[in-house]
């Protein structure tokens, strides 16, 4: 699977919108860009995940450049509650499936 | 709530002793991953069944053995126990479809001391 960089650290103020990047340089035509998050120690919770189009849905939005290198995980209006550790993944659809953690991006939002 | 269940929710055991997890996957999810996380290794992926057998494996120790029965709740079963087993271990659930997405369980914490 690509390997995935996100900057270790964010800060955001609460009501304002979150903006994580993620780069992913050496994704391949088949593999989905998944984004999860994980508070405090609560097992991983799933976003949104694309291909190659901008996504939405009722948590975020997620924004995939065209040559599909990067891509930016939105939350529109961060509350406290989104404070949390987010994690950028590329999967490929190969049989197994399985997920490649990396460090992720802590997001702290305060008020 | 993900609709994954784990139990117990915390294990403390001691060294050499032998332990098992337990999950429940999401109803109608045939696949089940096991994850570990500490501290110092971060979320690692363990292994995969999928309707009763084993798809895929990561860096799951020979201790360390997983099974999934006919109702599809799966066992993680940890033997010869050490310090460094000290994590918490998750289990997901997925169909088997390249865009299935994985929902994860809330997690067993395992202290061994």
């Known amino acids: 699977d690509a390997k995935t960089t996100q900057p270790p650290s964010m800060d955001c103020a609460e009501g304002r919108a979150a903006n994580l990047p993620c780069n992913h340089s050496?994704?391949?035509?088949?593999?989905?860009v998944y984004w999860y998050r994980q508070i405090h120690s609560q097992g991983p919770q799933y976003i949104i995940h694309g291909l190659k189009n901008n996504e939405t849905n009722e948590m975020a939005s997620l924004i995939i450049t065209e040559d599909r290198k990067s891509s930016t995980l939105i939350l529109p209006h961060a509350t406290l509650r989104d404070t949390a550790v987010y994690y950028c993944?590329?999967?490929?659809?190969?049989?197994?499936?399985?997920?490649?953690f990396g460090g992720g991006t802590r997001l702290m939002v305060k008020p | 709530d993900s609709g994954v269940t784990q139990t117990p929710k915390h294990l403390i055991t001691a060294t050499g002793q032998r332990v098992t997890l337990r999950c429940s996957p999401r109803?109608?999810?045939?696949?089940v991953y096991w994850y570990q996380q500490s501290l110092d290794q971060g979320l690692q992926f363990l292994i995969q069944?999928?309707?009763?057998?084993?798809?895929a494996k990561g860096n799951i120790l020979e201790r360390f053995s997983a099974q999934q029965f006919p109702d599809l709740h799966s066992e993680l079963n940890l033997s010869s126990l050490e310090l460094g087993d000290s994590a918490l271990y998750f289990c997901?659930?997925?169909?088997?479809?390249?865009?299935?997405?994985?929902?994860f369980g809330p997690g067993t914490r395992l202290t061994v001391l």
């Open positions: 069944y999928y309707n009763g057998e084993e798809r």
């Open positions: 993944i590329v999967r490929s659809n190969n049989a197994g499936n399985m997920l490649t």
């Open positions: 997901a659930s997925s169909g088997l479809g390249a865009t299935d997405t994985q929902y």
């Open positions: 050496t994704i391949s035509g088949n593999e989905y």
């Open positions: 109803s109608g999810d045939l696949s």
